[in-house]
């Protein structure tokens, strides 16, 4: 099985940027779609952004389409999310996942096998 570790998230103003990392370990990313969602306290973990085993397809939320990019390094076995013009209202704790079926890559947190601790983001207005 895969370990999931994120890192880069912290404060940042409102307008400003974020680039979170996610590093696997334990068996190659290309056994994986991989995903990005968030959790905001007392709601749901929402989806955010994903991407296919081989990078050629990505997928976003409608509420980051234009401001958040997804991609991934391979032979680095990690996973970015690029975050521009940040909104308070999306400070939440960020959380990569990694989903083994098979099937297209997809948004539904039910298909995702592994996932990591998740790093806070803190947007302030």
């Known amino acids: 099985q895969v370990q999931l570790v994120e890192s880069g998230g912290g404060l940042v103003q409102s307008g400003g940027s974020l680039r979170l990392s996610c590093a696997a370990s334990g068996r190659a990313l290309t056994t994986y779609h991989m995903g990005w969602f968030r959790q905001a306290p007392g709601k749901e973990r929402d989806f955010v952004a994903a991407i296919n085993r081989s990078g050629r397809s990505t997928t976003y939320a409608d509420s980051v389409k234009g401001r958040f990019t997804i991609s991934r390094d391979n032979a680095k076995n990690t996973v970015y999310l690029q975050m521009n013009s940040l909104k308070p209202e999306e400070t939440a704790v960020y959380f990569c996942?990694?989903?083994?079926?098979?099937?297209?890559?997809?948004?539904?947190?039910?298909?995702?096998?592994?996932w990591g601790q998740g790093t806070q983001v803190t947007v302030s207005s």
């Open positions: 996942a990694a989903d083994g079926t098979l099937g297209r890559v997809g948004a539904e947190p039910s298909k995702y096998n592994y």
